[in-house]
């Protein structure tokens, strides 16, 4: 009997355990590909940090493209605005570290949320992961249409003559844009109001029917406004005119020495994502911003490509988060 009783425990139990190794097989095989530099077969995600249009956005796509085109999988754009790209990049960094999770933004993310929040979702050295640098896009300061000043050295004596009755919008705490002005305020010893808003296009619209006066933004969203006429752009922020717009002075040399802010996009993830991988997004990444077709509709936007390599580009987000840091805190500024 009890030979008959082990004799069918055998016959049952043999199946299973053959079962229980071939699921264990298959999920060893699927980690070894992964940490072998291999993706699955289900969509690869770009989150842009910021509303459609816009430069994130299109840098987004065309990385999308690119990448897609050359490793043969999927790369789908997904837009995740919010927290100054903090909410986009939680997601990857709560995502397994597969490779199927990316991010583009400003140097928000990697370099300004630290000191700008007082709590924060991830930590940026441990839990981010710099891919690749993509493009500038240099700040352009620009102002209403009704406003008296025609050049850069009258716009600071009308501001100055002004003090505290002046205001100037932005698309949120935090943005390059609203730094870079706090910056200038700082270094010229202007006073003027912050008026923030959620995304570009506010901003935008309120500078144009006069609600605010002036505004920084980057050559993407500043140059189409100036050629239709819609407000005027009297100022470059960083310290060489760009090709663009030759006929824009820098506020370097009209009439503040020194002033430099130029807003940077790059590509990123979280820690832990195969070094094969890694390679391959920063490789495609970075041939995207230098095709000659995409080099055409930079210039036309004044974005600037700027690829380097990973060990170059990570170095560089360390030395931003210093600068952007000394930004932050002599302004004051925070977004708790």
């Given at each position: 009997?009890?030979?008959?009783?082990?004799?069918?425990?055998?016959?049952?139990?043999?199946?299973?355990?053959?079962?229980?190794?071939?699921?264990?097989?298959?999920?060893?095989?699927?980690?070894?590909?992964?940490?072998?530099?291999?993706?699955?077969?289900?969509?690869?995600?770009?989150?842009?940090?910021?509303?459609?249009?816009?430069?994130?956005?299109?840098?987004?796509?065309?990385?999308?493209?690119?990448?897609?085109?050359?490793?043969?999988?999927?790369?789908?754009?997904?837009?995740?605005?919010?927290?100054?790209?903090?909410?986009?990049?939680?997601?990857v960094v709560q995502?397994?570290?597969?490779?199927?999770?990316?991010?583009?933004?400003?140097?928000?993310?990697?370099?300004?949320?630290?000191?700008?929040?007082?709590?924060?979702?991830?930590?940026?050295?441990?839990?981010?992961?710099?891919?690749?640098?993509?493009?500038?896009?240099?700040?352009?300061?620009?102002?209403?249409?009704?406003?008296?000043?025609?050049?850069?050295?009258?716009?600071?004596?009308?501001?100055?003559?002004?003090?505290?009755?002046?205001?100037?919008?932005?698309?949120?705490?935090?943005?390059?844009?609203?730094?870079?002005?706090?910056?200038?305020?700082?270094?010229?010893?202007?006073?003027?109001?912050?008026?923030?808003?959620?995304?570009?296009?506010?901003?935008?619209?309120d500078l144009i029917?006069?609600?605010?006066?002036?505004?920084?933004?980057?050559?993407?969203?500043?140059?189409?406004?100036?050629?239709?006429?819609?407000?005027?752009?009297?100022?470059?922020?960083?310290?060489?005119?760009?090709?663009?717009?030759?006929?824009?002075?820098?506020?370097?040399?009209?009439?503040?020495?020194?002033?430099?802010?130029?807003?940077?996009?790059?590509?990123?993830?979280?820690?832990?994502?195969?070094?094969?991988?890694?390679?391959?997004?920063?490789?495609?990444?970075?041939?995207?911003?230098i095709k000659p077709?995409?080099?055409?509709?930079?210039?036309?936007?004044?974005?600037?490509?700027?690829?380097?390599?990973?060990?170059?580009?990570?170095?560089?987000?360390?030395?931003?988060?210093?600068?952007?840091?000394?930004?932050?805190?002599?302004?004051?500024?925070?977004?708790?």
């Amino acid at each position: 009997m009890n030979t008959c009783n082990n004799l069918c425990f055998i016959y049952n139990f043999i199946p299973r355990l053959c079962a229980v190794l071939f699921l264990f097989l298959s999920l060893l095989a699927s980690a070894v590909a992964q940490v072998g530099g291999s993706w699955s077969d289900k969509p690869i995600k770009i989150f842009a940090t910021s509303p459609p249009g816009g430069t994130i956005d299109l840098l987004a796509r065309i990385v999308a493209s690119e990448c897609s085109q050359s490793t043969g999988k999927s790369f789908i754009v997904e837009n995740r605005a919010g927290a100054n790209g903090n909410i986009a990049a939680n997601t990857v960094v709560q995502s397994p570290p597969d490779g199927h999770q990316w991010f583009v933004t400003l140097p928000g993310v990697f370099a300004i949320n630290r000191h700008l929040f007082k709590s924060m979702p991830f930590d940026p050295d441990r839990d981010i992961l710099p891919v690749a640098m993509l493009a500038q896009s240099p700040l352009i300061l620009l102002i209403n249409n009704s406003v008296p000043p025609q050049n850069f050295p009258d716009f600071l004596k009308w501001v100055k003559s002004n003090p505290g009755k002046l205001s100037y919008s932005s698309a949120g705490i935090g943005t390059t844009g609203h730094l870079g002005m706090e910056l200038l305020k700082q270094m010229a010893g202007l006073d003027i109001l912050h008026v923030p808003y959620k995304g570009t296009a506010a901003a935008t619209t309120d500078l144009i029917s006069g609600q605010v006066q002036m505004t920084f933004d980057n050559t993407t969203n500043a140059l189409p406004h100036i050629r239709s006429g819609a407000v005027r752009g009297i100022a470059v922020g960083q310290k060489l005119r760009i090709e663009s717009n030759p006929d824009l002075p820098t506020i370097h040399e009209a009439g503040v020495p020194n002033f430099e802010v130029i807003p940077w996009f790059a590509i990123g993830t979280r820690t832990g994502v195969a070094k094969e991988i890694v390679d391959k997004v920063h490789a495609c990444a970075s041939a995207s911003v230098i095709k000659p077709e995409n080099q055409k509709r930079f210039s036309n936007a004044g974005v600037i490509p700027q690829p380097m390599s990973q060990l170059a580009f990570a170095n560089y987000v360390q030395v931003e988060a210093g600068r952007w840091g000394d930004i932050v805190r002599k302004s004051g500024a925070t977004a708790d």
